[in-house]
C-alpha cells in the first residue's frame, strides 16, 4: 500500500481547547477534542471517519481546513504543512481543499441567490471574467443535477435535498482535490439521501476526488468509503480496509457500534453486544485506554496504559491498525454479520 | 384480533389552518394497536407521522391544529370528543409520551426528583415522601446509575442518554397502558440507542404496555416493532406486520424505501436506487395516488381516484390499484456480501 503519494497526511494532529470558568474565565481545564490522529489518505480514496457525538470527528474535519487551529502535529497536503501556514500563503491552498457541511440551509448564506453563492469562491481567487464565471456556474448546476434557473432562486426556495446539491456545487466550484464531507446526508430522508450518496460517488469518479467522509451512520460510511477509521474521545481505535472493518471488527468499540446498527431486517437474530455507559467527556478523559470504562474486557494495563494504533495485518492483507492492548478473541463477541470466524487468536 | 384493541385510529384527517385555508396534513389515516404489541409509524419529515402521534395525545399546536374528522378510540373511549378534563387523566395517566428531545421535555430549573415527582403526585393519591420513593424506584427500573443521587440533580447534569431514561421514567410513573414514542431515539448515538430500544422493550415485557414508535428509521421499526404503517403524504400507503413489510412490501413507495438505504449487505461504492423527485406540497396534492408523481408503476388510471387499501395478506393491506401487476420484491439477500 505504498505506491502513489497520499494526497494528504495528518500526524499526531492534536486539537486542544481551553474550557474557561470562573469570573476571570481563566482556562480551567483543556478539552481534547482532537488528540493525536495520524492518517494517510490516497488520491481518488474516501476515508471514513466514524463515531459517536463528542469523538471529535468534525473538529478533526475542521482541522484540516484550517477552520479552527491545531495546537499539535503536522497536516500535509500534497507536501505542504498546513497546520502552520500563515493566513496568506493559505489560501491558494484552499481552492483544492473544501468541505461539505452536514445542515445546507445553515451553511448558505440566505440572503444570496445561488448564483451568487456559487460565484464566490472565483471570486474569492479572482478566477476568470464574469462571463466566464457564469458559464461556471451553469456546468456546476449540470453536475449537481440542478436547473440552471436555479442561479436566480435562494436556499429557502429548495428542498433540503437540493440545497444539499447546492452545498455540493459551491464545494466542487475550484476543481478541489479533497472534499472533507462532514455528515453530509445525515439531516436528508432516506429517499434524498440514496440520490445526494449517489451523486457523491459520481462525481468522485469523475473527477478522482478524495474524500474524508465524517458521519456517525455506520452502513452510510461502509457504502462510500474505501478504508474506515472509528474514533473514539479525539483518537483513532481502529484503522482499516472498509470491508475488513466489518468482517473483522478488532476493537470492542468497533464491535459494539457495528452491534448496535439498526439494520432494516426485521427479528434479524444478531448477537447483540450493547456497551454500557455512556461516552466519557474530553475535558477529563480517563487515564489508559479511552475505552476501559465501557469495556467488557478491561484489565489493569488498560487503566494504566494508552494502547497505541498498531497494525495487526500481515504484509500481504490490507493493512488493519488497532489501539487495543489485546487480540481479542473473535468468538468472545461474534461478528453482526456472521462471517466464518477463523481468526488468529495469539492472545486474550 | 377479535378482542377490542387498545388504541384505534379511524379515518383522522387533521388540518392547519393558515391565512384563510386549511392544509390536511393528516388526511384520512387509520389504524389498530393491539394491548402489549408496537406498532410502529414510518415515514419521511412532512409524511405526518408526528401530527397523527400529537392527536392522539390532542396536543396539537394551538389555535392552528384542529382535528377535521375521525375517530381516536382509546380504552374504548373517543378522545377526539373528550374534554379537557378528560384528557388531563389520560394524558401522563393511561397514555405516556416520551418525545424526540430529552432536553426540551425537561425543565432545565427543576431537580429530576421534582419533575418526576409531580407526574406522579398528580395522578396517584401520595404523600411526597411516598411519591420520592417511587420516583427513586422509576428512576431504578429505567436504569439510571445511583438513583438517589440522580434524582437530586439538574436534566443539564446528565447526559442524553440518561435525559431520554428520565423522560421514559416520567411517561411510566402511571404504568400507562400505551406509550406514544415520538422519534425517542433520533437524537441520541448508536449506542445510546440501542440501550434505550432495549429498556423499551424490556419495559414493555415487564408491564404489558402497547408502544406507538414513530420514527423515520426502517432500521428501528425492524428491530423493535410488531406491525408499522408507512405514511406518506398524510395518508397511509401500507400497513402490516413487520416482517411482511420488510419482506414483501406491496406498495411502490415501501419498496423504494427499502432499496435506497444502504446495508451492511450493500456492495461498497455501487450506485444506490433512489426514489426521484419529491413529495408535493400539501396545497398541491394531486386528484388520484398522492405517490404518481414518483411511482416508477404509475399509470394514467393512478391519477383518477385516490387509492383504497386493499387486503394483501393477514393484517397486512396497502393503498396502491396496481399492487397485484408489480414484479415481485427481491429482498437484499444478507448472502451477498
Keep these: 500500500m505504498s505506491s502513489p503519494a497520499p494526497i494528504l497526511e495528518v500526524r499526531d494532529l492534536k486539537t486542544h481547547f481551553p474550557v474557561r470558568g470562573g469570573i476571570w474565565l481563566r482556562s480551567v481545564a483543556t478539552c481534547k477534542a482532537v488528540d493525536g490522529v495520524s492518517f494517510q489518505l490516497l488520491p481518488g480514496e474516501t476515508l471514513g471517519l466514524v463515531g459517536e457525538s463528542g469523538c471529535g470527528k468534525s473538529t478533526l ?22 497546520a502552520t501556514l500563515g493566513r496568506k500563503k493559505l489560501k491558494p491552498i484552499r481552492r483544492h481543499l473544501q468541505m461539505i457541511f452536514q445542515d445546507p440551509a445553515e451553511s448558505l448564506n440566505a440572503r ?46 429548495f428542498s433540503g435535498g437540493q440545497r444539499q446539491r447546492i452545498g455540493i456545487a459551491r464545494a466542487l466550484a475550484l476543481q478541489p482535490r479533497l472534499i472533507i464531507c462532514d455528515e453530509p446526508v445525515s439531516a436528508l430522508d432516506v429517499s434524498i439521501q440514496s440520490q445526494v450518496l449517489n451523486l457523491l460517488l459520481d462525481l468522485q469518479r469523475e473527477f478522482h476526488l478524495s474524500y474524508l467522509f465524517i458521519t456517525h451512520n455506520l452502513a452510510v460510511v461502509k457504502h462510500v468509503s474505501d478504508r474506515i477509521a472509528v474514533m473514539y474521545l479525539g483518537r483513532i481505535v481502529e484503522l482499516s480496509d472498509a470491508e475488513d472493518l466489518y468482517a473483522r471488527p478488532r476493537h470492542p468499540y468497533t464491535r459494539a457500534l457495528i452491534a448496535a446498527i439498526p439494520e432494516p431486517e426485521p427479528r434479524a437474530t444478531r448477537p447483540r453486544f450493547i456497551g454500557t455507559g455512556d461516552l466519557p467527556s474530553p475535558i477529563n478523559p480517563p487515564p489508559g485506554c479511552p475505552f476501559h470504562p465501557r469495556c467488557p474486557h478491561a484489565t489493569d494495563l488498560c487503566r494504566r496504559e494508552p494502547p497505541p494504533l498498531r497494525e495487526t495485518s500481515s504484509a500481504a492483507e490490507p493493512s488493519h491498525a488497532v489501539a487495543c492492548h489485546y487480540d481479542l478473541l473473535p468468538a468472545a463477541i461474534p461478528s453482526p454479520l456472521g462471517a466464518p470466524q477463523k481468526q488468529e487468536s495469539r492472545d486474550t | 384480533m377479535s378482542e377490542a384493541p387498545l388504541l384505534e385510529v379511524r379515518d383522522l384527517a387533521v388540518g392547519f389552518e393558515s391565512g384563510g385555508t386549511v392544509a390536511r396534513a393528516v388526511d384520512g389515516v387509520s389504524f389498530r394497536v393491539a394491548r402489549g404489541k408496537t406498532l410502529g409509524i414510518v415515514g419521511e419529515s412532512g409524511c405526518g407521522k408526528s401530527v397523527t402521534a400529537f392527536s ?49 421535555a425537561l425543565n432545565p430549573v427543576q431537580t429530576i426528583g421534582r419533575q418526576v415527582m409531580e407526574a406522579l403526585l398528580l395522578h396517584k393519591p ?66 445510546i440507542q440501542a440501550q434505550i430500544l432495549e429498556l423499551m422493550l424490556s419495559l414493555q415485557r415487564d408491564l404489558g404496555m402497547a408502544i406507538v414508535l414513530i420514527t423515520h428509521d426502517l432500521g428501528v421499526i425492524a428491530q423493535v416493532c410488531d406491525e408499522a404503517v408507512v405514511m406518506y403524504a398524510g395518508q397511509v400507503a401500507e400497513y402490516g406486520p413487520v416482517e411482511a413489510l420488510f419482506h414483501r412490501p406491496a406498495h411502490p413507495y415501501t419498496r423504494g424505501l427499502l432499496a435506497s438505504i ?33 411511482c ?17 395478506g393477514e393484517g397486512h393491506a396497502v393503498s396502491c390499484i396496481r399492487w397485484r401487476e408489480l414484479p415481485e420484491f427481491k429482498p437484499v439477500s444478507p448472502a451477498a456480501v
Design chain 1, 61 to 82: 474535519g475542521k482541522s484540516i481546513v484550517r477552520l479552527l487551529a491545531p495546537t499539535a502535529g503536522s497536516i500535509r497536503f500534497e507536501g505542504v504543512d498546513l
Design chain 1, 112 to 157: 444570496h441567490t445561488v448564483g451568487q453563492i456559487l460565484e464566490e469562491p472565483f471570486i474569492i481567487h479572482g478566477i476568470g471574467s464574469a462571463e466566464e464565471r457564469r458559464a461556471s456556474i451553469d456546468t456546476l448546476l449540470d453536475k449537481v443535477g440542478l436547473p440552471r434557473a436555479a442561479a436566480h432562486r435562494y436556499p429557502f426556495e
Design chain 2, 56 to 104: 392522539i395525545m390532542r396536543l396539537l399546536p394551538q389555535p392552528h391544529g384542529k382535528i377535521l374528522g375521525g375517530k381516536i378510540l382509546f380504552e374504548g373511549q373517543d378522545l377526539v370528543q373528550a374534554s379537557e378534563a378528560e384528557l388531563h387523566r389520560v394524558r401522563g395517566g393511561r397514555i405516556g409520551m416520551v418525545f424526540q428531545e430529552p432536553l426540551s
Design chain 2, 126 to 191: 401520595l404523600t411526597k415522601e411516598a411519591a420520592w420513593a417511587e420516583a427513586i424506584t422509576l428512576l431504578d427500573k429505567v436504569g439510571i446509575p445511583s438513583p438517589e443521587v440522580r434524582i437530586r440533580e439538574y436534566p443539564h447534569q446528565l447526559s442524553g442518554g440518561m435525559r431520554q431514561r428520565v423522560v421514559i421514567a416520567m411517561a411510566l410513573s402511571c404504568n400507562p397502558s400505551l406509550l406514544i414514542a415520538d422519534e425517542p431515539t433520533t437524537a441520541l448515538d448508536v449506542t
Design chain 2, 262 to 294: 444502504p446495508r451492511l449487505t450493500t456492495p461498497r461504492k455501487s450506485r444506490l436506487p433512489t426514489i426521484e423527485g419529491a413529495v408535493p406540497a400539501l396545497n398541491e396534492m394531486p386528484a388520484g395516488c398522492r405517490y404518481q408523481n414518483r
Design chain 2, 296 to 312: 416508477p408503476y404509475a399509470e394514467a388510471r393512478c391519477a383518477l381516484a385516490p387509492p383504497p387499501l386493499e387486503a394483501v
